[in-house]
């Protein structure tokens, strides 16, 4: 892999020397676009006359143009809300600030025909099933990345606690590893699990991307259920922003984050840092929380978990070049991040733990490239290669039985009672887990004509992982057992557009390849062996994604794919910091999946704009992992391996609107629904099964989301804003197991937010604060593990723009 590595930088290198010696001088304009009294205005677009170059204001205003050639130009100023705008500007230096006042439109907004697709729309139009979540609204809020991503249409976020514990996503009925997350199309667990989506605040990410069951060829991983792609934001203007938030459980959350770019030479630094902390002490309570007296009955309480702190920090710093003649980016980068977590019960709440935790840490170096007409006009080059390196311990030494109320159990006898295996969660561990990961990817874009595109894309992954025990034996330390596990992915597309831009198609192919090895070492008659099972797996998936526009904002979409998943790391070799054993024999597995439906909007009559959507969605699988269910809740070993089911179907449907009156109230509506059971009749040996049918257990498989929002202009103080936030969400009760009892069924979950945001007249400083939960309600995701209760929370926000 270092060779790889060592000839794209001395391939780039040269390539940058070349281009380089042509290069002209160019200009960076900034400024702002605003009304007189100076609001400003969003969503203007900013374009070089008889030039490409051009760009979008934000919400504040302000826009920046790059790539600016030194002498006269004209500046095209246009949008809905304003009249046509003319800038004549003579350029003759590195960095100009350009101030421009327009006027509102004249014409009516109904009578205005809005021909521009916002990038939000040019997404989800394309025809896969997807959604675009942009984070302007609520990036000063108290908003974690996964909360953004719980309120989204079809997407469930399942977390196992409170800040820190383990998170799984479902689309549509899917998922588990089934659905992968990406930061700029990178897996996210080459960063390690000390680092996840709510370690990137939102002020830093530009749009969230959804997909289900159907995955674009560019990212090109073995996503069977679906992706989350987070994009970081691009933009390179020179600014500093900080957030602190503190809240309730003792929760303290911060980030910084800054950049500054040399309009002259284009050279860019890029650094940002989080740190959380929270002692996780919510309340739990109902009839999975119970404490066992001496002669075996059950007192069922209301107490405060007691072994679930979490604490994680971390930073990022990029050094490269933006923007210049050889590349639009070039950066090598170092992301550290660390964290030390308290585990406070295994699978299920019903027996709680003291003194089991985890620690990790990462250490990832990176190196990205990216060019738009790459030696010929119409092909793009991205390159990037990350190395991590990554160790995790799990600590497990303490020997008591414990209550809920952190006191040890006691029998009849009235002295305490030890645990059956000596230890909280099997035999007493000192584990010292430390994994090698590499990554790398290249993606070609080849624009053949403007209707016509192709995609290839490969991705390698490996990682390499070796265990130590330290609670065993001196001879037994001496063995180390090794696992590793390699895989291949490539892809390729064809895109089109057809009919004025009203069809378009995209058809893709994949090839899937895995290797996966794993030694152990054995001592025969003071000899060492090696127990050694590898295994070499390959199989292909195709799909299509169609699009037509029936009449002007009105879209059909469908797309359709069988879907590969290759089992990851975690279930073929187990993980001991999530009560994971290891099975070597699992298979992958494959989904044949379909989406059909239609997206409308956005309408504008008068002060109105609204939008709406509605979709079903079919995926029939066979071979689904899932973690293993078990209805033993009281066994003093609670770890459960990943498994293949069988075949499995999930029939479905979502909708989503929106209502906005005069871009101050905004009204959100979604729901999601399936129906995933298990569609296997018959064993190996012919006898029927006896959950044949059945909704699988463990899956929320109807939500509703809700959400009003309202903001009041000039409040206190002059080109100030005021937003008050109200959040609803619904999720139906499900069963735990197959067994269908009702000690085995959560209850109904009615979950209400209510949050404000003021934002200062300079826009710089903004103060939120949120209530979440408010009424206290009982939340459950996974085998009716509770959820933190109802919490208060301030935040603190400061921005520096152009320093």
């Known amino acids: 892999m270092r060779y790889i590595y060592l000839v794209s930088f001395l391939f780039i290198s040269g390539y940058t020397y070349a281009q380089t010696s042509v290069a002209t001088q160019v200009a960076t304009i900034r400024g702002k676009i605003h009304f007189e009294g100076g609001d400003g205005v969003e969503h203007v677009t900013v374009r070089l006359k008889n030039s490409k170059v051009a760009t979008m204001s934000d919400e504040r205003g302000s826009f920046e143009l790059t790539n600016v050639p030194y002498g006269p130009h004209e500046l095209l100023i246009s949008s809905v809300e304003i009249q046509p705008k003319t800038v004549r500007l003579h350029v003759n230096k590195s960095a100009h600030q350009l101030p421009i006042l327009v006027n509102k439109a004249i014409k009516d907004l109904s009578e205005v025909q809005v021909t521009h697709k916002t990038e939000k729309k040019e997404l989800e139009t394309q025809g896969f099933a997807m959604n675009v979540i942009e984070t302007k609204e609520v990036a000063t809020r108290n908003f974690q990345t996964n909360e953004m991503l719980d309120r989204t249409v079809g997407v469930r976020v399942r977390q196992n606690g409170g800040l820190g514990s383990s998170v799984t996503y479902n689309l549509n009925g899917m998922s588990g590893e089934s659905v992968r997350i990406f930061i700029d199309g990178i897996p996210i667990s080459t960063y390690g699990a000390s680092f996840s989506l709510n370690s990137i605040p939102p002020a830093l990410i530009e749009r969230i991307e959804v997909y289900k ?42 980030n910084i984050s800054g950049t500054h770019r040399s309009a002259k030479s284009g050279f860019t630094v890029k650094a940002s840092g989080f740190y959380n902390y929270s002692d996780n002490d919510y309340e739990v309570w109902g009839k999975f929380v119970r404490n066992i007296l001496p002669n075996g009955r059950y007192d069922y309480v209301r107490a405060r978990r007691f072994n679930d702190a979490y604490r994680s920090g971390g930073g990022q710093i990029e050094l490269g070049f933006t923007d210049v003649k050889w590349a639009d980016q070039f950066f090598i980068g170092y992301n550290g991040s660390s964290d030390y977590k308290e585990v406070q019960h295994g699978t299920y709440m019903s027996i709680p733990y003291k003194g089991r935790f985890t620690e990790s840490e990462a250490h990832v170096f990176s190196l990205n490239y990216r060019k738009k007409n790459f030696m010929v006009k119409g092909l793009e080059l991205t390159l990037s290669g990350m190395s991590s390196m990554r160790k995790q311990v799990v600590v497990d030494t303490v020997k008591w039985n414990y209550n809920w109320y952190g006191e040890r159990s006691v029998g009849l006898d009235g002295r305490p009672i030890l645990r059956p295996t000596g230890a909280q969660q099997g035999a007493p561990t000192i584990n010292h887990i430390n994994r090698n990961v590499t990554t790398f990817r290249a993606g070609i874009t080849y624009d053949i004509h403007r209707n016509h595109r192709f995609v290839v894309n490969h991705m390698y992954y490996n990682i390499d992982r070796n265990q130590q025990d330290f609670m065993r034996s001196a001879v037994e330390r001496e063995f180390i057992g090794t696992r590793n596990l390699a895989k291949n992915i490539t892809s390729v597309a064809y895109e089109l557009k057809a009919l004025d831009s009203k069809l378009r198609a995209n058809i893709f192919g994949k090839y899937y390849q895995q290797k996966i090895d794993r030694m152990d070492p054995v001592l025969v008659e003071n000899n060492r062996q090696e127990n050694r099972t590898s295994s070499n797996k390959t199989t292909t998936g195709y799909g299509a994604a169609l699009s037509y526009a029936i009449i002007p904002n009105l879209y059909l979409l469908t797309s359709a794919e069988r879907a590969v998943r290759l089992p990851s790391e975690n279930e073929v070799f187990g993980s001991p910091g999530e009560n994971i054993v290891e099975n070597f024999g699992i298979r992958p597995e494959i989904s044949n999946n379909l989406n059909v439906g239609f997206r409308a909007g956005t309408y504008t009559a008068g002060l109105h704009k609204y939008n709406f959507a509605l979709s079903g969605f079919i995926r029939d699988t066979r071979d689904k992992i899932v973690q293993r269910v078990n209805p033993r809740l009281n066994d003093a070993v609670q770890t459960d391996p990943f498994e293949n089911l069988g075949k499995t179907k999930s029939i479905g449907f979502e909708l989503e609107g929106n209502y906005i009156y005069n871009n101050n109230l905004i009204i959100g509506l979604n729901a999601s629904k399936f129906n995933s059971v298990f569609n296997m009749r018959y064993d190996a040996n012919g006898r029927e099964f006896d959950y044949y049918g059945r909704q699988l257990p463990n899956e929320p498989f109807f939500t509703i989301n809700s959400t009003v929002q309202y903001a ?9 804003r005021l937003n008050v936030y109200y959040g609803f969400r619904f999720v139906e009760r499900f069963y735990t197991t197959w067994m269908i009892i009702e000690d085995f069924r959560t209850t109904r979950q009615y979950i209400q937010d209510l949050g404000a945001s003021y934002v200062f007249p300079n826009k710089k400083f903004i103060v939120s604060a949120d209530v979440k939960n408010m009424f206290d309600r009982q939340a459950y995701d996974n085998f009716a593990v509770q959820k933190p209760g109802r919490a208060f929370y301030l935040k603190l926000n400061y921005t520096i723009n152009n320093f």
């Open 213 to 254: 069951g159907v995955i674009p060829a560019h990212l090109s991983d073995d996503a069977l259920g679906g992706a989350i792609n987070v994009i970081l934001k691009k933009g390179m203007s020179n600014n500093l922003t900080a957030s602190l938030s503190y809240g309730s459980f003792n929760t303290l959350q911060a």
């Open 712 to 720: 009041f202009k000039n409040l206190l103080a002059t080109n100030s």
